[in-house]
């Protein structure tokens, strides 16, 4: 089955700075990748995804990049805020199941 | 759109005894909803797979006769719990999904079993 690394496991970023979350997946079959964030208790909330057939994908300050060879995509936040503390999850999957990554818990230094 | 409701949002009971968690999509029928288990600071560990009108699809380590999975419409889904004992005590989220592969989660059932 797919297996989902995914680094740092903690990252404190300065308020303004730049944030780079790295995933990782083993199955070349996967063609879906959503990145979710989930407060404390809270529900996890879709970000951004990509599919395959994309090399990048942006949204405001949200960006993800896929490398389909190297079998990784990133998420990276510009401009960072207070709100953007959380914990991020990347996922991968195929024909609608998804594997979770063990998630990175973001914390914005105001 | 994409709201998904799940109740109740905290139970606790007795161990021995039996747990209905209710998964609802609002606004859209849903071919396909999902139940997790989340402990935590821990990531979000797939159950099962369920499809409207069909026995779901548990993953491997999954005791399906003690979590029980009924998807009975394209908009309600059920975790039972059965027999809870403490060490079922966890964060049990679904998620639903219409099509293709985006997921939309329910807020979470934090499960506290004495």
């Known amino acids: 089955g797919e297996n989902v690394e995914q680094h740092p496991s903690t990252l404190s970023v300065q308020e303004g700075d730049s944030a780079v979350i790295k995933c990782t997946y083993s199955?070349?079959?996967?063609?879906?990748f959503p990145w979710y964030k989930q407060e404390l208790g809270k529900r996890p909330q879709l970000i951004i995804d990509?599919?395959?057939?994309?090399g990048e994908k942006k949204d405001q300050r949200i960006a993800v990049t896929l490398n389909k060879t190297a079998k990784h995509f990133s998420l990276h936040i510009t401009e960072t805020q207070p709100e953007d503390s959380a914990v991020y999850f990347c996922?991968?999957?195929?024909?609608?199941?998804?594997?979770f990554g063990t998630g990175t818990r973001l914390t914005i230094i105001p | 759109g994409a709201v998904v409701s799940q109740h109740p949002s905290r139970v606790i009971c007795k161990s021995g005894t039996s747990v209905k968690i209710e998964c609802r999509s609002l606004?859209?029928?849903?071919?396909?909803m999902f139940w997790y288990r989340q402990f935590p600071k821990q990531s979000l560990m797939l159950m099962a797979t369920?499809?409207?009108?069909?026995?779901?699809?548990?993953e491997q380590g999954v005791e399906k006769d003690k979590f029980l999975i009924n998807h009975a419409s394209l908009t309600l889904s059920t975790l039972t719990v059965t027999s809870a004992h403490p060490e079922d005590s966890s964060f049990y989220i679904c998620?639903?999904?219409?099509?293709?592969?985006?997921?939309?989660f329910g807020p979470g059932t934090r499960l506290t079993v004495l």
């Open positions: 369920s499809n409207e009108g069909s026995k779901a699809t548990y």
């Open positions: 606004d859209f029928q849903a071919t396909t």
């Open positions: 996922a991968a999957g195929g024909n609608e199941k998804l594997t």
């Open positions: 998620s639903a999904s219409q099509e293709g592969h985006t997921q939309y």
């Open positions: 990509i599919r395959s057939n994309v």
């Open positions: 199955d070349s079959a996967s063609n879906y």
